[in-house]
Structure formats: structure tokens, C-alpha cells
């Protein structure tokens, strides 16, 4: 279960809320729809349903207590990453993955 989000974007395209101009370019090309239903997955989901769904692509980031899923599709720079406290997730955000080559 999803505790709290690390921003206001990821939040209230997770609760289904009216994005401003502003937050909706931010996101450019990712599928908010797409974005819904991975974070409403996540809401549901604990650790093993998540290693059991190999298309979400999750995974820990090295280096960091983080966790991530794939928000769109595996092509898609955009990720969804959290934390896990006490099996639930916590700063639940949207996060664009730059190409650095």
C-alpha cells in the first residue's frame, strides 16, 4: 500500500485529480493513463506480486534503499520509484530517466 508520495504530480495523478498545464508538460510523453494503473498496481501489491510480474520491471537501485517499476513501458524513460517501510511504500514518485550518452 502507497503511504505517502515524494511530489504533488505523482499524487494527483494517482488519486485521479486534475493536473495543471504545468504538471501535464512536465510529463511529456508519459502516458498518464498507463501511469494510473501501474501506481494503482503498486497501491495493491507487496513484494512478491511485484517480483511475480516481470513486465513492471522491478527492481532495487543500486546504491540506495530505492525501489523502482517501469510507469509506462519498458521503452518509456519514466519510472516509478519508492521505498518500502514496514510493507508499505513511502515517497512514491514519478521520476524521468535522462539518457546520459
Given at each position: 500500500?502507497?503511504?505517502?508520495?515524494?511530489?504533488?504530480?505523482?499524487?494527483?495523478?494517482?488519486?485521479?485529480?486534475?493536473?495543471?498545464?504545468?504538471?501535464?508538460?512536465?510529463?511529456?510523453?508519459?502516458?498518464?493513463?498507463?501511469?494510473?494503473?501501474?501506481?494503482?498496481?503498486l497501491?495493491?501489491?507487496?513484494?512478491?506480486?511485484?517480483?511475480?510480474t516481470?513486465?513492471?520491471?522491478?527492481?532495487?537501485?543500486?546504491?540506495?534503499?530505492?525501489?523502482?517499476?517501469?510507469?509506462d513501458?519498458?521503452?518509456?524513460?519514466?519510472?516509478?520509484?519508492?521505498?518500502?517501510?514496514?510493507?508499505?511504500?513511502?515517497?512514491?514518485?514519478?521520476?524521468?530517466?535522462?539518457?546520459?550518452?
Amino acid at each position: 500500500m502507497i503511504r505517502s508520495f515524494a511530489d504533488t504530480t505523482t499524487e494527483k495523478l494517482f488519486l485521479g485529480e486534475q493536473l495543471s498545464r504545468k504538471e501535464t508538460n512536465k510529463l511529456g510523453t508519459l502516458n498518464p493513463i498507463k501511469a494510473f494503473e501501474r501506481l494503482a498496481i503498486l497501491n495493491e501489491a507487496d513484494e512478491k506480486s511485484l517480483l511475480l510480474t516481470p513486465a513492471l520491471h522491478y527492481h532495487k537501485l543500486k546504491g540506495t534503499s530505492k525501489y523502482s517499476i517501469d510507469a509506462d513501458s519498458r521503452k518509456s524513460p519514466w519510472r516509478i520509484t519508492f521505498q518500502w517501510e514496514n510493507l508499505e511504500m513511502k515517497n512514491v514518485e514519478l521520476v524521468r530517466i535522462e539518457d546520459t550518452h
